[in-house]
């Protein structure tokens, strides 16, 4: 089983490129879910596929770059969805994954399963399953994080507001 360390090297390594890109100033400044950034989210969905290939012993049957990359790419839709822009957010959910398939194919070289991965991990949302393996993990991946992170924020606030109902400060 692999660590976090040997995680987070593999991530590094794959991913380097996209890790430094400038667009992504924008997803370290945009929330995703809760209070996690959409930078934050899209390492942890990465460390996560990447755990989730490992526990499974699925090396023999992921290509570990294209796999890296879908997961940091996955939500690179460069805008903050919470922000009222008029309108063309409101259908976020549905979206996204195509507004991130067209961005990350602008600023870097896709192959197929980093393409179709990223174009279907909100399936079933979207309405086409992904053809890869790598897709089929980022899904879940992602799923995963996007749960955790958004009940750890409204847990959080559950807790500051029942403090604050007490009379009482919670540390953070």
Do not use: C
């Not at 997961?71 to 805008?79: P, V």
């Not at 008029?86 to 979206?95: I, L, P, W």
């Amino acid at each position: 089983m692999l660590s976090r360390e040997r995680i987070d090297a593999i991530v590094r390594h794959y991913g380097r490129d996209i890790l430094e890109h400038e667009h992504m100033e924008i997803e370290r400044r945009s929330l995703q879910h809760g209070d996690v950034t959409t930078y934050e989210h899209s390492l942890r969905v990465a460390r996560l596929s990447v755990a989730i290939a490992d526990r499974l012993h699925l090396w023999r049957h992921v290509d570990l770059r294209a796999l890296v990359r879908a997961a940091l790419l996955h939500d690179y839709f460069l805008y903050d969805w919470h922000d009222y822009d008029g309108g063309s957010h409101r259908m976020h959910g549905f979206r996204h994954p195509y507004t991130a398939e067209a961005n990350a194919r602008a600023d870097f070289e896709l192959d197929d399963i980093v393409s179709n991965s990223i174009r279907t991990h909100m399936f079933p949302l979207t309405p086409i399953p992904p053809r890869y393996l790598e897709g089929v993990i980022v899904n879940v991946a992602d799923t995963v994080s996007a749960v955790r992170e958004t009940l750890a924020s409204r847990l959080s606030r559950w807790k500051r507001a029942d403090a604050a109902r007490r009379g009482s400060t919670l540390r953070p």
